[in-house]
């Protein structure tokens, strides 16, 4: 037994299956920032120029990788990006791909055991100089992801070399060069207003599909934003992302590419993108040449998008900078009104921050084209969109989450429910009917059990306390009010165990009721008001110095009628098993010397 | 521990309540000192900590941010003030929920947004 034990052990040394914790990152690596075209729109403007020359494009990938991997941090994604990867020198390209190459095959056990697929290399190009690799892509089956613009008679107008030549021609040649390779070959247009001739855009698709070997189930639908592209291209509405969307169902429901269309086409705006992540910062990387390390190719050369530099950083300063930098994008904006009380928060976690910066928003540009996505996948709505809002908004706007403290009660019906469905049960919760002032200081007293959070305040041997009562709480649920009664209770904040059931509960100190008769000679406008410093003072000695001590203000007939709920309905039994009343946490001062 | 010296009932109210942030979170002695001079200056600031943050506010404007040591879960945050403390409770989602850790209300089309296979042009996927 032990043996065997010991060789199981040997193995996850020899495997690497991640014992530790490990975490895994997408990296997007950026070779060389120039370009063999000048794309009239260009996102990264005048940036397409090879400046870092005493880098070298391999080096510069290894050291990243050995440096997050010394840190548990292991890219499970490799892929190159550019300005333009063909144009690297063609034994620069085949050494970068054969380490990426090498990478996987000595990682995949690592990387698939955390659920992650191990495809081959993968390399994001313009298809303009991609026949000097040619040997490099099919020697390492290399997947290709190509850019177009469609309509295509768009492409010739926005996407030209530096001498303004047209590109579309030696583009769609090159792409003949790839049919006889059985590699992966893909491509992806986005779409903005000036793209947006939906029959020729179907009539392109159909072209690509019928007369050249790229895979157009594949194909990647992006929606344009508007971010330099030097005012040339302005974004679609969400109705025409819509109808975009309902265009391609109509014409390719039931065709060779149907498959594409529900799955690949708009896949960017499904749950599986890092669009739709809660924190991109925590898993999505790009490197370039230099080291530097940006967000993602949307956030490449943006300040608020820079990370850190591999040289110059460690792992854990750059992990560190990246989630907190994705956390501010997020957050410089309050959530969104719709987002608060979408069934889909959970799918869509608000979308990229980078592009709702770039439009002053908090909610995802293609809101309304992922609502219908969504629908068409099947993809539930959320039945607990509360507890979302919730969890999200302590991620992300933790300042507002109290605010949407969830108050379900998952196992019973929800006493808020019950509350409504039984109107004599009202101002046994009423957060308006009690108020305590000490020192100054008041608080209004709401049910310990509807509220989300705890107030505690702090009572001195010296304080002065008043109970401020609402005039009409007297005559609620109560057939004599003269015989009706506030009824106050204290309890220690340290625990003993009671009676017949054994549950530990906070210590009973007091009960005390003042009747109407009483009350009536303590008028204030629509309160009672009574000074309770005398009656509390009292009991000081017995209330815990250490733990929040409480106190409970109700009437008699309104207790009564909360017992008498109780044995009528177990639901309300269950949900109000712990003392509904209102009330107020205090510390005793004093206390502190203790923790000192 | 708190190196001060209140006197008065409202500075042991402030130490009551800069201490019950040291009950949830680790936090050193510079810190609880510092949190106490920070609120004692004014009433206009408080202290709030959340699951992996503590922060210190003048109004509504955050003067210093601070990454705790380990992100803690028995609540959900504290607000801290020289007249005010309030606890949010840790809310446990229930199972099923998106961020339970129980069902993701998956797809049942057969759609591959989990995000495996195919690499996007300028999006990264595999958000898993």
């Known amino acids: 037994m032990e043996q065997i034990l010991m060789i199981i052990l040997i193995m996850i040394i020899l495997m690497e299956i991640p014992m530790n914790n490990y975490r895994f990152i997408h990296l997007l690596y950026v070779p060389t920032m120039a370009c063999n075209m000048a794309c009239k729109y260009c996102y990264l403007e005048d940036n397409t120029k090879d400046e870092w020359n005493s880098y070298d494009a391999l080096e510069t990938l290894q050291y990243a990788v050995e440096k997050f991997r010394a840190s548990k941090v292991i890219p499970f994604n490799i892929s190159l990006h550019g300005g333009e990867v063909t144009t690297l020198a063609k034994e620069d390209f085949e050494k970068v791909i054969a380490y990426i190459d090498s990478y996987y095959k000595e990682n995949e056990m690592l990387i698939e055991s955390n659920g992650f697929n191990v495809a081959p290399p993968h390399i994001k190009t313009n298809l303009y100089d991609i026949e000097k690799h040619l040997d490099t892509i099919q020697k390492y089956n290399v997947s290709i992801s190509g850019s177009l613009d469609l309509p295509l008679e768009v492409h010739d107008i926005y996407r030209v070399t530096k001498g303004g030549k047209t590109t579309r021609e030696k583009i769609l040649q090159n792409i003949q060069l790839l049919e006889e390779l059985p590699n992966h070959k893909k491509v992806s247009a986005t779409i903005f207003q000036e793209h947006f001739d939906l029959d020729k855009i179907v009539e392109d698709i159909k072209y690509l599909d019928q007369n050249t070997c790229l895979d157009m189930n594949?194909?990647?639908?992006?929606?344009?934003?508007?971010?330099?592209?030097?005012g040339l291209l302005h974004p679609i509405t969400e109705e025409e992302q819509l109808a975009l969307y309902e265009r391609m169902k109509q014409e390719f429901t039931g065709t060779n590419l149907e498959e594409g269309l529900h799955n690949a086409w708009f896949a960017e705006f499904g749950p599986g993108y890092c669009t739709n992540c809660n924190n991109c910062g925590d898993k999505f990387f790009l490197l370039e040449k230099n080291?530097?390390?940006?967000?993602?190719?949307?956030?490449?050369?943006?300040?608020?998008?820079?990370?850190?530099?591999?040289?110059?950083?460690?792992?854990?300063?750059?992990?560190?900078?990246?989630?907190?930098?994705?956390?501010?994008a997020h957050h410089k904006m309050p959530l969104h009104?719709?987002?608060?009380?979408?069934?889909?928060?959970?799918?869509?976690?608000?979308?990229?921050?980078?592009?709702?910066?770039?439009?002053h928003?908090?909610?995802?540009?293609?809101?309304?084209?992922?609502?219908?996505?969504?629908?068409?996948?099947?993809?539930?709505?959320?039945?607990?969109?509360?507890?979302?809002?919730?969890?999200?908004?302590?991620?992300?706007?933790?300042?507002?989450?109290?605010?949407?403290?969830?108050?379900?009660?998952?196992?019973?019906?929800?006493?808020?429910?019950?509350?409504?469905?039984d109107p004599k049960l009202k101002y046994i919760y009423d957060p308006n009917s009690y108020e305590i002032e000490i020192d100054g200081e008041t608080y209004p007293l709401e049910s310990?059990?509807?509220?989300?959070?705890?107030?505690?305040?702090?009572v001195g041997e010296e304080s002065k306390i008043w109970l401020r009562v609402k005039k009409h709480i007297l005559e609620e649920e109560s057939p004599y009010p003269n015989n009706n009664a506030v009824y106050i209770m204290l309890l220690s904040g340290d625990c003993i165990q009671y009676g017949d059931e054994k549950r530990v509960k906070q210590a009973h100190i007091m009960t005390h009721q003042i009747y109407k008769g009483v009350?009536?000679?303590?008028?204030?406008?629509?309160?009672?008001?009574?000074?309770?410093?005398?009656?509390?003072?009292?009991?000081?000695?017995?209330?815990?110095?250490?733990?929040?001590?409480?106190?409970?203000?109700?009437?008699?007939?309104?207790?009564?009628?909360?017992?008498?709920?109780?044995?009528n309905n177990a639901y309300y039994h269950m949900d109000a098993i712990n003392l509904p009343f209102q009330n107020i946490e205090f510390y005793m001062l004093g206390g502190e010397k203790n923790d000192q | 521990m708190i190196n001060r010296n209140p006197e008065t009932l409202s500075e042991l109210r402030l130490v009551r309540n800069v201490l019950a942030i040291s009950k949830y979170y680790t936090v050193s002695q510079e810190f609880i000192d510092e949190a106490y001079d920070f609120l004692k200056a004014g009433s206009s600031r408080h202290i709030a900590g959340y699951t992996s943050t503590i922060s210190f506010y003048e109004g509504s404007k955050?003067?210093?941010?601070?990454?705790?040591?380990?992100?803690?879960?028995?609540?959900?945050g504290i607000y801290v003030s020289a007249t005010t403390l309030r606890i949010t409770p840790h809310y446990t989602p229930s199972s099923y929920s998106g961020f339970g850790g129980g069902s993701s209300f998956g797809s049942s089309s057969g759609s591959s947004w989990s995000g495996s296979s195919s690499n996007n042009n300028n999006n990264n996927n595999n958000n898993h």
Not at chain 1, 340 to 355: E, H, I, M, R, S
């Open chain 1, 448 to 458: 310990q059990i509807l509220k989300g959070e705890r107030t505690i305040a702090s």
């Open chain 2, 62 to 76: 955050v003067v210093k941010s601070f990454q705790v040591d380990r992100p803690i879960s028995s609540i959900d």
């Open chain 1, 337 to 359: 009104e719709e987002c608060k009380t979408c069934k889909y928060l959970y799918l869509c976690k608000t979308g990229c921050p980078f592009v709702k910066n770039v439009y």
């Open chain 1, 361 to 421: 928003t908090s909610q995802s540009y293609t809101c309304k084209l992922q609502k219908e996505l969504y629908k068409d996948w099947n993809l539930r709505e959320d039945p607990f969109a509360d507890e979302t809002l919730y969890e999200y908004a302590k991620m992300m706007h933790p300042e507002e989450s109290e605010k949407y403290y969830p108050t379900r009660n998952h196992e019973y019906r929800d006493l808020r429910e019950l509350i409504e469905e």
């Open chain 1, 519 to 567: 009350l009536d000679q303590h008028k204030k406008g629509d309160w009672y008001e009574i000074d309770i410093t005398n009656l509390l003072r009292e009991y000081y000695p017995s209330l815990s110095k250490e733990n929040p001590n409480n106190l409970f203000v109700t009437t008699t007939d309104l207790r009564d009628y909360h017992y008498q709920k109780q044995k």
């Open chain 1, 291 to 328: 080291g530097d390390i940006y967000s993602c190719v949307r956030g490449q050369k943006h300040k608020d998008f820079y990370y850190g530099n591999i040289y110059q950083n460690t792992p854990e300063e750059i992990l560190e900078a990246s989630h907190q930098k994705i956390y501010e």
């Open chain 1, 218 to 230: 594949d194909f990647n639908f992006m929606i344009g934003f508007d971010y330099n592209s030097n």
